[in-house]
């Protein structure tokens, strides 16, 4: 049984003696799974107790839980309406985001439940990303309160249905992704594509071509106001080394920071109000559970709907507990051309930075990683610059995703001061595809090693005067 959003699993085996070869094996000879070192011992737990005799329709569930992972675009009862009702009658859907993107699908019967299961496991709604991870269910029924964009109850059109039509929509299971831009920040549709034949019921009211949007820029930039669950609740954070600057530092990667408060009465735990929801999904999805200054970071969506400046005290550093950032030229989707540079990826160990001051060398970065006492990379690569250029762009590497968090962290946003000029250099850190690096450096070492790695961080700069 899976546990994503834990890294965790359970492995129940036919006998003792097999699993105690396993924690023996694992024991003696490190056993690493996509470049991880999994770690094995024994449960508390007997047996694996989950309804799942997919071949007996008495011994099922007709609810199931979708887990998930890389949810890089929004997730909402239409999207998985519209993945889950072709191959089986879908009666109520409930999102809950606590600790990433999962759902609970209630079909109209085991058989329906069963063809989902087998149909849409490890698919990705998107190609890429979205993948699901599907398992059944303890609850037997849904209870919906309302129909909204968490929660449907397609037997009760009447709790408060909203216009679908004005719904965020993008097209559906496995299409592509929208990449143009309207004034408002949002994708436009896409060709509409026609869902895979293993996915229909051949029903006449299944709808065979649908859309749905991606969001790009942050919707309290585009239309004022601030939406609900737009707060993520941080705890874990490291109470000498971390402040409102460091946390903005790290989470302006996933969208707009509005506001930054530590709480007084929780040590090392910060409420951060993020400019929507969408951000807030996706600061979860990459940051739970990241490592950062020797501690672990909880990251899960907060009851509050904003962040209120109450209770404001000094950080062990000085710094003030609350700050707000919603007016900081730092955030970077603020509108839709802005937003749409911004590919979302997870941390990984290597840092691309560019737009540096041609004066910069090896031993500026080793020098600004002591004084501000993080781990110095482990291999410095310099982009051969054109005649014309005026700056420098590269690639650090380091020697594990940690020490790379804590650099960003740290470094973001640093200001360089250019020699003999009244002239400030902001670093700014972002995460990228490793593809389109590799369109830069192509066949230099460096780029092949970080390639084979989930994704590459990016510094960039602005210049302010």
């Keep these: ?80 309406y519209t993945v889950c009702n072709p191959v089986g009658k879908v009666q109520r859907i409930v999102i809950f985001k606590r600790n990433g993107i999962q759902a609970m699908v209630e079909f109209e019967s085991v058989f329906c439940a069963q063809k989902a299961k087998a149909a849409l496991n490890g698919a990705d709604i998107y190609a890429g990303c979205c993948t699901l991870k599907i398992e059944y269910a303890r609850p037997t029924r849904l ?18 249905r909203r216009d679908r039509g004005k719904g965020r929509q993008r097209q559906a299971i496995l299409g592509e992704h929208p990449s143009s831009f309207r004034h408002d920040g949002y994708g436009s549709h896409g060709p509409l594509l026609p869902l895979p034949s293993r996915y229909r019921m051949g029903s006449r009211d299944t709808p065979e071509l649908v859309a749905y949007p991606l969001p790009q820029a942050s919707s309290s930039y585009m239309h004022g106001g601030n939406p609900s669950g737009s707060v993520v609740m941080v705890s874990g954070l490291h109470q000498l080394k971390m402040n409102c600057s460091r946390v903005f530092n790290l989470f302006c990667l996933y969208g ?39 501690k672990r970071l909880n990251v899960c969506v907060s009851k509050q709907h904003s962040v209120v400046p109450s209770q404001i005290f000094e950080l062990e550093d000085g710094t003030s507990s609350y700050k707000d950032f919603a007016m900081s030229k730092n955030n970077r989707f603020t509108s839709a051309g802005q937003a749409s540079k911004n590919i979302i990826q997870p941390p990984s160990c290597v840092l691309h930075y560019y737009n540096v001051p041609l004066c910069v060398t090896e031993e500026t970065f080793v020098k600004l990683c002591e004084d501000h006492e993080v781990l110095s990379f482990i291999k410095y690569k310099v982009f051969d610059p054109k005649p014309s250029a005026k700056t420098l762009s590269g690639l650090l590497e380091w020697e594990c995703k940690t020490d790379a968090v804590e650099a960003l962290t740290v470094l973001n946003h640093y200001q360089i001061r250019v020699p003999s000029k009244s002239v400030l250099l902001i670093l700014l850190l972002s995460l990228f595809f490793f593809h389109v690096v590799i369109v830069f450096v192509q066949s230099k070492a460096l780029a092949a090693q970080s390639a084979a790695r989930n994704g590459i961080i990016f510094i960039t700069c602005l210049v302010c005067v």
């Design 256 to 294: 707009n920071i509005e506001k930054v408060k530590f709480m007084k009465t929780i040590p090392g735990t910060a409420l951060v109000e993020m400019g929507d929801e969408y951000a807030v999904e996706r600061a979860v999805t990459h940051l739970n559970n990241v490592k950062l200054f020797g």
């Design 1 to 80: 049984m899976m546990m994503p959003f834990k890294r965790q699993a359970l492995v129940e085996f036919e006998n003792i003696e097999s699993a105690k070869k396993c924690v023996t094996f694992a024991a003696d000879e490190p056993v690493y799974i996509a470049g991880q070192q999994a770690f094995f011992n024994y449960s508390t737990s007997k047996r694996i107790t989950r309804p799942g005799n997919t071949d007996d329709p008495s011994g099922g569930n007709k609810v199931l839980l979708l887990s998930i992972q890389n949810p890089l675009y929004p997730i909402t009862v239409d999207v998985l």
């Design 143 to 160: 209870n919906v309160i309302r129909n909204d964009n968490d929660s449907w109850d397609y037997t009760k059109p009447y709790l408060g």
